[in-house]
């Protein structure tokens, strides 16, 4: 695989909106049908995980729609991924592995291949998604019912088929800032305070900045939300970090979404005056601070 059958992916899957089942960074868990029609087998292609054009990043000249986002995250999660498991690998190979694959020095078309995330899990890493066919399922009855979509109906959905996880998202520059907040975070997975967290490699085709990707088990659960924010924090993060649902990029609920649903559900200002220093977060859903 090379970097131009990411690109025949992203070409491949415009317009449509599912998840592939093989790169999954919670394990493939999911129930998996044998008979599909062509067409559905086509839209298994959306995004589980955040492209560089991923939401709140200032976005090109020429907007995208959120079919283009979906096809673009979905092409990096078919690619390789770089994976340290610290469930199976000796902790005395954490530092030179974490050496080895800065982000800032892994390409996203490098000679050896395409990568698409470079990933850490922790000792205590759950790899459990819920059923995302079921979820997918019921989206698309929802859509032919005509009912409204709202963050209510898809949290709705989300909690009938135990589609939980989420992840907040920052964006950093490549070089220093990313391999920095990079290493904090992920020797916070290693030491079990964060259970999985990845990192966009450089990309020179696009975007210079990479996406930080940090996960919790609930994002229904605010004061869960809240804590990872914190333990982001104490790693030494100190940039905008906006939240999104697993639920919403199995969906492909990105940027310009035809519902008009902000793809983001909270955002996190980091306060250096405040004293104690802490985060200031919005919940976006219903505009209200909740630190």
Same mark, same amino acid.
């Given at each position: 695989?090379?970097?131009?059958? =990411?690109?025949?992916?992203?070409?491949?899957?415009?317009?449509?909106?599912?998840?592939?089942?093989?790169?999954?960074?919670?394990?493939?868990?999911?129930?998996?049908?044998?008979?599909?029609?062509?067409?559905?087998?086509?839209?298994?292609? @959306?995004?589980?995980? !955040?492209?560089?054009?991923?939401?709140?990043?200032?976005?090109?000249?020429?907007?995208? =729609?959120?079919?283009?986002?979906?096809?673009?995250?979905?092409?990096?999660?078919?690619?390789?991924?770089?994976?340290?498991?610290?469930?199976?690998?000796?902790?005395?190979?954490?530092? =030179?592995?974490?050496?080895?694959?800065?982000?800032?020095?892994?390409?996203?078309?490098? @000679?050896?291949?395409?990568?698409?995330?470079?990933? !850490? /899990?922790?000792?205590?890493?759950?790899?459990? =998604?819920?059923? +995302?066919?079921?979820?997918?399922?019921?989206?698309?009855?929802?859509?032919?019912?005509? /009912?409204?979509?709202?963050?209510?109906?898809?949290?709705?959905?989300?909690?009938?088929?135990?589609?939980?996880?989420?992840?907040?998202?920052?964006?950093?520059?490549?070089?220093?800032? !990313?391999? /920095?907040?990079?290493?904090?975070?992920? /020797? @916070?997975?290693?030491?079990?305070?964060?259970?999985?967290?990845?990192?966009?490699?450089?990309?020179?085709?696009?975007?210079?900045?990479? +996406?930080?990707? +940090?996960?919790?088990?609930?994002?229904?659960?605010?004061?869960?939300?809240?804590?990872?924010?914190?333990?982001?924090?104490? @790693?030494?993060?100190?940039?905008?970090?906006?939240?999104?649902?697993?639920?919403?990029?199995?969906?492909?609920?990105?940027?310009?979404?035809?519902?008009?649903?902000?793809?983001?559900?909270?955002?996190?200002?980091?306060?250096?005056?405040? +004293?104690?220093?802490?985060?200031?977060?919005?919940?976006?859903?219903?505009?209200?601070? !909740?630190?």
């Amino acid at each position: 695989m090379n970097c131009s059958f =990411s690109h025949f992916l992203i070409g491949f899957t415009r317009g449509s909106a599912r998840l592939p089942l093989g790169n999954n960074p919670y394990g493939n868990n999911q129930k998996k049908t044998t008979k599909r029609k062509p067409e559905v087998l086509r839209r298994k292609a @959306a995004a589980l995980s !955040v492209s560089m054009t991923e939401e709140e990043a200032p976005g090109p000249a020429e907007p995208l =729609s959120a079919e283009d986002y979906a096809a673009e995250a979905m092409a990096a999660d078919m690619d390789p991924w770089i994976k340290f498991d610290a469930r199976k690998t000796p902790r005395a190979e954490f530092s =030179s592995w974490l050496e080895s694959n800065r982000p800032s020095q892994v390409s996203r078309c490098g @000679a050896e291949g395409p990568v698409g995330w470079i990933c !850490v /899990r922790g000792p205590q890493y759950w790899e459990d =998604s819920g059923d +995302v066919e079921g979820l997918q399922d019921s989206w698309e009855t929802l859509l032919e019912s005509g /009912r409204s979509i709202s963050f209510h109906t898809i949290r709705e959905l989300a909690l009938n088929h135990s589609v939980l996880y989420g992840k907040w998202l920052m964006h950093l520059d490549t070089g220093f800032k !990313v391999d /920095r907040a990079w290493e904090s975070i992920a /020797r @916070a997975v290693l030491d079990g305070k964060i259970g999985s967290a990845k990192v966009s490699p450089r990309d020179p085709r696009s975007d210079p900045r990479h +996406v930080i990707c +940090v996960y919790n088990q609930n994002f229904t659960d605010e004061e869960q939300v809240m804590r990872l924010d914190s333990v982001i924090r104490a @790693a030494g993060v100190k940039c905008v970090m906006y939240y999104k649902p697993d639920v919403y990029t199995y969906l492909g609920i990105y940027r310009n979404n035809r519902w008009k649903i902000c793809p983001t559900i909270y955002e996190s200002m980091f306060d250096l005056e405040s +004293v104690p220093r802490r985060s200031h977060i919005i919940n976006k859903v219903t505009n209200q601070e !909740v630190t």
